[in-house]
């Protein structure tokens, strides 16, 4: 069964505290790996697809890998106005567009 | 582009009630998702469609969830009768794709139902 799975459930950091949140997956055969942005209220924001192990792709402070069974989401300098929930999902091949999301990491940045 | 817009944002009804949840994809995008969100379960696929058409619907709880989508600009669903435990937020999203390869899902506000 694919199964996506997110850590830590949460994360207090202080402002420019650099950390990384990981994500585990389990596949059968993995086409890509998302990253979203979730503010409170909202929907997901789409931040990265990541394809294949060995993957980086960066935006601001954030840069996102990948390897065979699993994901990070490096932030560099935190600032309070990336506080939100991070969530992670997979797509597998021959499943059509379905994603597959983790429980997600509610990070929180204090000045 | 306006984004996904989804209608109403919130709903407020009673067990029993029929309810329907309205969302307008993004101009040109062939795919359109229906999510359910809950603190219990995270975000949840119910069914997608492409090209107006359903693809999967083996997410949709049970025979009281339906889900339409008449044209490439609208899209309903619907759950007849609601219960206490459908109360959760509804997420609709689109996507393009671009030679068979599936491209980023864009997510509406939601939908905040509660069923009392």
């Given at each position: ?76 300098a935190p600032k309070p106005e990336d506080s ?28 | ?116």
């Amino acid at each position: 069964e694919d199964q996506v799975t997110q850590s830590p459930e949460a994360l207090r950091l202080q402002e420019g505290e650099s950390s990384s949140l990981n994500c585990s997956y389990t596949v059968s055969g993995l086409r890509g790996l998302f990253w979203y942005r979730q503010d409170p209220g909202k929907g997901p924001e789409f931040l990265f697809t990541l394809y294949s192990a060995g993957e980086e792709k960066e935006k601001e402070r954030l840069k996102a890998t990948l390897t065979k069974k699993e994901s990070f989401l490096h932030i560099t300098a935190p600032k309070p106005e990336d506080s939100a929930t991070y969530l992670c999902a997979v797509q597998a091949k021959g499943q059509g567009g379905k994603l597959i999301f983790g429980q997600g990491t509610e990070l929180s940045v204090k000045p | 582009d306006a984004g996904v817009i989804q209608s109403p944002r919130h709903e407020v009804t009673e067990m029993g009630q029929e309810v329907t949840l309205r969302c307008k994809p993004i101009s040109g995008h062939d795919y359109l998702f229906w999510y359910r969100q809950t603190m219990m379960r995270g975000l949840e696929l119910l069914i997608y469609f492409n090209n107006n058409v359903p693809i999967d619907d083996s997410g949709m709880p049970e025979d009281r969830f339906s889900a339409k989508m008449p044209n490439a600009s609208f899209s309903t669903l619907k759950i007849q009768p609601s219960e206490p435990r459908d109360s959760a937020v509804y997420f609709c999203a689109s996507s393009g794709s671009s030679g068979g390869e599936y491209n980023e899902q864009f997510f509406g506000p939601g939908t905040r139902l509660t069923v009392l």
